[in-house]
T-cell receptor, first 114, second 114 residues
Framework: AQSVTQLDSQVPVFEEAPVELRCNYS??????LFWYVQYPNQGLQLLLK??????LVESINGFEAEFNKSQTSFHLRKPSVHISDTAEYFC????????????FGKGTKLTVNP | KAGVTQTPRYLIKTRGQQVTLSCSPI?????VSWYQQTPGQGLQFLFE???????NKGNFPGRFSGRQFSNSRSEMNVSTLELGDSALYLC?????????????FGPGTRLTVL
């Protein structure tokens, strides 16, 4: 079984500041890792994912995440946030050998203040 | 391509009633998963269907059931509603059923049980 821990439930930052949203996972098998974002009153949208290869993955809107196997972490970072990044962010894992059952963390609410 | 659609968007029911929620996946997608989102428990996996077969099931009571039709559209049913069933129910679709596939989420159905 897998589990995901998002260490911060809320992260307030000022516009143009850097941000890191932390995610740690636990699994007895190899997993794929995902970050999803949820804007108010909407479903989830994929931000980025790690399947294999380079441990640093990037999204089109400036976010990046690094897979660290030894620390079982997949932290999400952005060097300079915008007001529009205000949303809830979910880290998720899925077993490589299983079906598509995503296991989510509890989410981190990112609030970007002017 | 049209995204994942869910109907209805909002639903109010009373305890003891039953409810059916509908999900239309992205055209060509064969896998449909359902998730329950609540403030307390976060996002929890309900079940996943691939080519009309249930491949995986989460840890929910038998009151929660689902099915998938030959056109990949899916329905989930909750019988004998309880207050705790109030939640946002999210449907997600993906193409090939590979665990690393991106799951595309619909906007959800907000169910309120009175």
């Amino acid at each position: 079984a897998q589990s995901v821990t998002q260490l911060d439930s809320q992260v307030p930052v000022f516009e143009e500041a850097p941000v890191e949203l932390r995610c740690n996972y636990s699994s007895s098998v190899s997993v794929y890792l995902f970050w999803y974002v949820q804007y108010p009153n909407q479903g989830l949208q994929l931000l980025l994912k790690y399947l294999s290869g380079s441990t640093l993955v990037e999204s089109i809107n400036g976010f990046e995440a690094e897979f660290n196997k030894s620390q079982t972490s997949f932290h999400l970072r952005k060097p300079s946030v915008h007001i529009s990044d205000t949303a809830e962010y979910f880290c998720a894992v899925v077993s490589q050998g299983g079906s598509e059952k995503l296991v989510f963390g509890k989410g981190t609410k990112l609030t970007v203040n002017p | 391509k049209a995204g994942v659609t869910q109907t209805p968007r909002y639903l109010i029911k009373t305890r003891g009633q039953q409810v059916t929620l509908s999900c239309s996946p992205i055209s060509g997608h064969r896998s449909v998963s359902w998730y329950q989102q609540t403030p307390g428990q976060g996002l929890q996996f309900l079940f996943e269907y691939f080519s009309e077969t249930q491949r995986n099931k989460g840890n929910f009571p038998g009151r929660f059931s689902g099915r998938q039709f030959s056109n990949s559209r899916s329905e989930m049913n909750v019988s004998t509603l309880e207050l705790g069933d109030s939640a946002l129910y999210l449907c997600a679709s993906s193409g090939s059923g590979f665990p690393g596939d991106t799951q595309y989420f619909g906007p959800g159905t907000r169910l309120t049980v009175l």
